[in-house]
């Protein structure tokens, strides 16, 4: 892997995939965990759509984690967790269930300077955690995923815990459910070595309500979802 400069956050470095990294072998059989489960793919080498814009809001805009404690949720490379340690965030808990991203994680941040307090499981199966910021990039890439990250982030509203939500308009985002609070061009890697940037926002998700939403100027292109090609 690379320490290089985020595209569109040059204040940040992360060690990210490049032709030479070798990552097709974290997919072989071997790599599987001891509980059995299948090898999950490399999301943590590529800077996504929604955590890099997730992470461009929280720095222009300090205030918004300054002080606070925040959730990284899915944090993959921990971008966005940077990000808001970078911005003054009292404390981020960074959730990720990947072992390989764990590690990934632990790299980026000291690769940063910075202090991440790193959560390996599962927090959505449970009671919200004590943060007072969910900050959720690319968590709805799959109908699946984003079926079980609902439950959890109604969850964190209810406890009266902020959420904002960074998506460059995947099929699956809950438009009925955000709030549109900032729109930026951004690339969104796709796990095929970067792209022209696109617009991609920030929103707040908010509880459910009857009233219809107003309509979000992103595309509704890219139904896959992100789909990493290791390289």
Same mark, same amino acid.
């Given at each position: 892997?690379?320490?290089?400069?985020?595209?569109?956050?040059?204040?940040?470095?992360?060690?990210?995939? *490049?032709?030479?990294?070798?990552?097709?072998?974290?997919?072989?059989?071997?790599?599987?965990?001891?509980?059995?489960?299948?090898? &999950?793919?490399?999301?943590?080498?590529?800077?996504?759509?929604?955590?890099?814009?997730?992470?461009? *809001?929280?720095?222009?805009?300090?205030?918004?984690?300054?002080?606070?404690?925040?959730?990284?949720?899915?944090?993959?490379?921990?971008?966005?967790?940077?990000?808001?340690?970078?911005?003054?965030? *009292?404390?981020?808990?960074?959730?990720?269930? /990947?072992?390989?991203?764990?590690?990934?994680?632990?790299?980026?941040?000291e690769a940063n300077g910075v202090a991440i307090q790193i959560c390996h499981e599962d927090v959505t199966t449970g009671p919200p955690p004590a943060v007072d910021l969910?900050?959720?990039?690319?968590?709805?890439?799959? &109908?699946?995923?984003?079926?079980?990250?609902?439950?959890?982030?109604?969850?964190?509203?209810?406890?009266?815990?902020?959420?904002?939500?960074?998506?460059?308009?995947?099929?699956?985002?809950?438009?009925?459910?955000?709030?549109?609070?900032?729109?930026?061009?951004?690339? /969104?890697?796709?796990?095929?070595?970067?792209?022209?940037?696109?617009?991609?926002?920030?929103?707040?998700?908010?509880?459910?309500?009857?009233s219809p939403p107003a309509r979000s100027p992103l595309s509704r292109e890219n139904p896959a979802g992100r789909r990493p090609i290791p390289e």
């Open positions: 892997m690379r320490l290089a400069p985020v595209p569109s956050l040059p204040e940040i470095r992360l060690y990210l995939a *490049h032709p030479g990294s070798g990552l097709r072998r974290l997919l072989e059989a071997d790599d599987a965990d001891e509980s059995g489960n299948d090898p &999950q793919p490399p999301y943590w080498a590529y800077a996504w759509a929604g955590g890099t814009v997730l992470a461009r *809001h929280v720095l222009d805009r300090p205030s918004i984690v300054a002080g606070r404690r925040v959730l990284d949720l899915g944090a993959g490379s921990g971008l966005v967790g940077i990000a808001a340690a970078k911005a003054g965030a *009292h404390e981020v808990v960074a959730a990720e269930v /990947d072992r390989n991203g764990v590690a990934a994680l632990r790299l980026n941040a969910v900050l959720a990039g690319d968590v709805f890439y799959a &109908q699946e995923v984003g079926q079980r990250m609902m439950p959890f982030l109604d969850r964190c509203l209810a406890a009266g815990i902020d959420v904002l939500v960074g998506d460059p308009g995947r099929a699956w985002l809950p438009r009925q459910r955000l709030c549109l609070l900032a729109e930026y061009q951004v690339p /969104d890697v796709g796990g095929n070595g970067g792209s022209e940037p696109r617009p991609s926002a920030v929103f707040a998700f908010v509880a459910d309500r009857v």
